[in-house]
DNA sequence: CTCTGGCACTCTTCGCACGCGAGTGCCAGA
DNA sequence: TCTGGCACTCGCGTGCGAAGAGTGCCAGAG
């Protein structure tokens, strides 16, 4: 196991190297952080911690810079979450409270997070199939056409249009809405099949195709991976990166376009608490030099949604989380409101 | 005037720099165009060029590059738009026919855009105030609580919740929600205004003042500004802009996540048809080494919204314009349909 | 056993000079 | 008006040497 004082140097290496950007050599090091020793002593620590494969040497003759692992280490053991000042905590307020609607939330949301934390920052949208049913509307637009509205408790509204085998009355129409509304309104939407399924049984046979194809409508929004909704922004902050980053950019912003990657991403973190994926721990390649950082938020205990950052592994770990954290909170307590 | 010949050059110019990304010479240009004339020749037309401000060079010693002047007077008087090929246009539309709402409309077309012209695309959400209103609908979700949704004819949907004043009952809700509709459907946005506001005066006055409230909540969604959405997409394609881009893509990626600024970039342009806006023709100065091609698109012979392309300066404008022209004929196909 | 100072060694980086090659401008002649 | 020739200018890549940062190792002290 590794003593005490070369936890303190992997540490200190992580923040000056979080820093500066630079490789961190054992004399800048003992000059920085009075660690009491020497820069021989601190070599030799240095040596140790590379052998275990916490920290590394670009080339022969540089200092070192933290490896994956390293980080892992240092948000694991050494470093906590840093809180938000009191004054940061009512910014994040007062901007959440203006929003007028959940599009305006999320919005707001993103703009927040990538300026808090200088990184890349990604919400999603409340998933439906966390949420319950607050209202579900049929409008008729046409004779044989008609408009499905969900609306969920987190204010999300969701439509589709539905095209009718069969004309539909107003009198069916208004009945149809009505016994709907009666059965799922206040219910979780993973409910919402098994309580609708018998409903086509309670009209006319006339009636009962365009019933039947109104329930597959709802149940087709409800799936999985179709449902789910992201906004990212904050990409600007991809350029404070690095001096090499042409290469490194371009596979962080193909990744940042693919939705699928990015829900599967915030997906994989299981944690109730604010989880970290450091470099390589990330599924997707093209996101091996960065971190993500991640949690989920929601009106009351549980989670409806996941929001997070993505930044490069020489991120601000505890100020990352801390802001992270704080804005979910905040984000769950909007939504509560509303 | 500028001789025939030399707007010869510069087109040649334009066109092999666009393809090599490199300053061109004069002996490149004859070798790779037949111009039927010696290299000695085309530095003389050359030379008048750059009097004119047509081109310039790096350096003394380098090759010529166009200038915005340059690549203006290339678009207007020296190429076509290059029409998209069969194939092309059958691909286009096969994938927009997939989508199943308007904000799958909008995000299909954004990635064949960015897909099409491997640039940043932009497409602006159908204006509300140049659309018509299909159906307003209110719903009661607590006894004081109503949730305003509006519904265009493009497809586009906009909720807003609205604390009433006074509790609200189910008759009046009824008997609102058919008052307005009975005015309003099928009338223009811009209309409204005048069309509601009278309304009030049929309530008891228990009920005025959640109807006025209703009201100024819907006047409010209407406001110019207020009221525009859109969605970017391809941003990875930033990362082909040139060698030195640091420096080129931060202002970039700025420019675009500011969706004020590009709201601006697309209404500037009251062309009917493809409008192309080159490097310093764009009043954002992060945008300055960009050019912008956009389009209006709508369902019928009339514009609702724009979208369109954002490029270095140095992009294919013949392929870029006909791509983004092809695209809008589609999407308003789309959105008539729906 | 641990820490320390010293010392030799390794590599990267930077500055500089140099030569090559691309491209130009100009001029005299067709 | 066009062409071929020629001298000139620069940017760019290369090679070399000095400087500097940082390391590893070792012998000695606590």
Do not use: W
Request: with cysteine; hydrophobic share 40%.
């Amino acid at each position: 196991m590794l003593s005490e004082r070369r936890l303190q140097v992997l540490r200190a290496i992580v923040q000056d190297y979080v820093g500066t950007e630079e490789p961190v050599g054992s004399k800048a090091l003992t000059e920085r952080h009075n660690l009491g020793v020497s820069p021989a002593t601190v070599r030799n620590d240095m040596a140790a911690l590379e052998e275990e494969g916490f920290i590394a040497q670009p080339h022969t003759s540089a200092g070192r810079i933290p490896t994956d692992k390293g980080y892992r280490l240092f948000v694991d053991k050494l470093a906590g979450v840093k809180p938000m000042s009191p004054p940061e905590r009512r910014a994040i307020q007062n901007f959440l409270e203006g929003a007028v609607d959940l599009d305006d939330v999320v919005a707001r949301t993103v703009r927040l997070l990538a300026q808090l934390t200088r990184q890349v920052a990604v919400v999603q949208y409340p998933s439906l199939t966390r949420s319950t049913v607050r209202h579900v509307e049929l409008l008729s637009l046409a004779p044989a056409r008609l408009m499905l509205v969900l609306i969920t408790d987190t204010g999300r509204v969701e439509q589709r249009m539905v095209d009718c085998p069969a004309p539909f009355g107003e009198a069916s129409l208004a009945d149809l809405r009505a016994r709907l509304n009666s059965r799922v309104a206040g219910r979780r939407f993973t409910d919402v099949p098994s309580l609708v399924e018998d409903l086509p049984e309670a009209f006319e046979a006339d009636d009962r195709g365009t019933v039947s194809t109104v329930l597959s409508t709802l149940l087709e929004t409800l799936v999985e991976e179709n449902e789910e909704r992201l906004m990212i922004g904050g990409t600007a902050n991809l350029t404070r990166f690095g001096h090499d980053f042409p290469l490194t950019i371009r596979p962080v912003l193909e990744a940042l376009e693919e939705q699928v990657v990015l829900l599967k991403l915030l997906g994989e973190a299981k944690d109730p608490g604010v989880t970290v994926r450091i470099g390589h721990e990330n599924a997707h390649e093209g996101l091996n030099s960065t971190s993500v950082v991640s949690v989920g938020y929601g009106s009351g205990g549980e989670a409806v949604a996941k929001l997070g950052v993505v930044g490069p592994t020489r991120m601000d770990y505890p100020g990352t989380m801390g802001a992270v954290r704080a804005v979910a909170r905040y984000v769950g307590q909007i939504l509560a409101e509303s």
